[in-house]
Structures are given as C-alpha cells and as structure tokens.
C-alpha cells in the first residue's frame, strides 16, 4: 500500500496562477483533510472532507477551493495564488472513527512568487 | 474551541538521557484525544503516541511515553534514553468534535528537539 501520496512534490507559481494540489489515499478512509504549514506555526487545516461529495471549511479556508468526487482523492485547488500562500501543504486521512489517527502524505511544498 | 499550546520552541538533549516535551491544552469537550506526532527534517509526519482523555493508564510506546495528567490539562512526552535519530520537530494534537459526525485534529506550534552527541 503506498498510503497517503501527494503531487505535486514541489512547485513555483508566479502570483495570481492557479493550480491544483493533487492527494490520494489507498486505504478507503472516509475523512481527508488539507493542512499548510508555516514556520513557527504548526499545521493548520484548510479544508476536511467526511466522505465522498463532501466538503467543509477548516480554520484557514481563504482562497482555497476543494473537491472530493472520489473516495480516494482529494483536490486542492488555488485560483488566483498569492505570495502569503507560499507554504508546506499536508494532506491526512483517517477512518471514521472516534480515534480519528491521521495518515499524512509527504507533503508539497509550494512557493509563489 | 481547542487550543494546544507548546511552550519550548527548542530543547537540547544529552544523547541517551531523557528528555520531556511539553503540551497543555484546552477544551470544553469531555471526550477528546491527544497525539504526539514526530516531524525529521525530511519532512513527514510520524505518528508516535495516543492518549484518549478517559484512558486511565498514560500510554507508552517502546522510547515515548505520555505523561498525562487530565486535572492539569497536559500531555507531556517523554523520550526515554535519547537517540540521535530523535532529532525532530515534535507535534501535539488535541481531536476534537467538530460536528456532523467528523472530529479534527488541533496542532500545537511544536517543539524543536536536537540530540547532542
């Protein structure tokens, strides 16, 4: 099983392109969550997804789209990207269960400019 | 809402002494879960240790145990006999509720541990 995997690995854009942060999971788990990580900030979530179709805002939802057509994948997307997007971007999953351990990919690690 | 706090941003270790990182929390969830997660400088995110708030016993996992202490609201891990491989940003995460059947996890800032040899 490759668990939890990412594309792009890395990428620069030039400020006001768009793109598409691509995340797959091959352990059917329910949920699936967007994070980016900042120096000296942690992970924030952007956006989660409880199942397929489904989507919700996180705690730094702004200039962010998501979509969840398929169980297994999860799409970030930016539409305009802005310089203060520049971050490490995470991708989780995790069964739907009360335990709710998280399985994150290797990240992405994105640089606008 | 959750809050997680990590106080040291950075800690030095003796290699093979023990070290503790710390974490404090807050919720107003009864039920919720703290993970501790182990970042290396290649970048992925480790799952070392789980401890659920009405655990009665403080989890260990082989080096890494849990110090928890519920009235306190901390989750404190303890890295036994330090290894140069611990060198790492270290995560707390509190799972929380957060509504319509899905739970979240809330990270801390982290703490930068560096084993000395």
């Known amino acids: 099983n490759a668990g939890v995997t990412q594309t792009p690995k890395f990428r620069v854009l030039k400020t006001g392109q768009s793109m598409t942060l691509l995340c797959a999971q091959d352990m059917n788990h329910e949920y699936m969550y967007w994070y980016r990580q900042d120096p000296g900030m942690g992970l924030r979530l952007i956006h989660y997804?409880?199942?397929?179709?489904?989507?919700a805002k996180g705690e730094v939802p702004d200039g962010y789209n998501v979509s969840r057509l398929k169980k297994q994948n999860f799409l970030l997307g930016l539409e305009s990207a802005a310089p203060s997007q520049t971050s490490v971007y995470f991708c989780?999953?995790?069964?739907?269960?009360?335990?709710?351990?998280?399985?994150f990919g290797p990240g992405t690690r994105l640089t606008v400019l | 809402a959750q809050k997680i706090t990590q106080t040291q941003p950075g800690m030095f270790v003796q290699e093979k002494e023990a070290v503790t990182l710390d974490c404090t929390y807050d919720t107003s969830d009864p039920s919720y879960g703290l993970f501790w997660y182990k970042q290396p400088s290649s970048g992925e995110m480790i799952f070392l240790i789980y401890?659920?708030?009405?655990?009665?016993q403080n989890a260990t996992e082989g080096r890494y145990s849990l110090n928890f202490q519920k009235a306190r609201k901390s989750a404190n891990l303890v890295i036994s006999a330090s290894q140069l491989g611990d060198s790492a940003m270290y995560f707390c995460a509190m799972r929380g509720y957060s509504g319509a059947g899905s739970y979240q996890l809330t990270f801390g800032k982290g703490t930068k541990l560096s084993v000395i040899p």
């Open positions: 401890q659920g708030s009405y655990d009665q």
């Open positions: 989780a999953s995790s069964k739907r269960d009360t335990y709710n351990e998280q399985f």
């Open positions: 997804s409880v199942g397929e179709g489904t989507t």
